[in-house]
């Protein structure tokens, strides 16, 4: 089993910038790790649905955005780590919300389904 635990959030005044951490421990039966699935991070803010916001293939490359994060967010990996990265600039109030990564055999896919593992989450705050 593939645990995935996410770091980093935390209250940031807009304009500004955060980058959040997803660790991931643990191996699957068949012996793969972190480092041998692609990820994604998802976020959910109040009252809303999960929804899509960046991801990476196993390797690194190449990576897919939501069009409303693009060019502000940069997803990354460190497979060495066995962690990955979300650069979060230019954050905006809308932009509040519990952020999730994920694991699994994804092919940047944009769906919740194509991911097997899940992190708890972390809370990011934008304030006006």
């Known amino acids: 089993q593939v645990q995935l635990v996410e770091s980093g959030g935390g209250l940031v005044q807009a304009g500004g910038s955060l980058t959040l951490s997803c660790t991931g421990s643990?191996?699957?039966?068949?012996?793969?790790?972190?480092?041998?699935?692609?990820m994604g991070w998802f976020r959910q803010a109040p009252g809303k649905e999960r929804e899509f916001v960046a991801a990476i293939t196993w390797n690194g490359t190449p990576k897919n955005y939501a069009e409303t994060v693009k060019g502000r967010f940069t997803i990354s990996r460190d497979n060495a780590k066995n962690t990955g990265y979300l650069q979060m600039n230019s954050l905006r109030p809308e932009d509040t919300a519990v952020y999730y990564c994920?694991?699994?055999?994804?092919?940047?896919?944009?769906?919740?389904?194509?991911?097997?593992?899940w992190g708890q989450g972390t809370q990011v705050t934008v304030s006006s």
């Open positions: 643990g191996r699957t039966i068949s012996g793969r790790t972190f480092s041998n699935y692609d």
């Open positions: 994920a694991a699994g055999s994804a092919m940047l896919s944009t769906l919740e389904r194509r991911y097997d593992y």
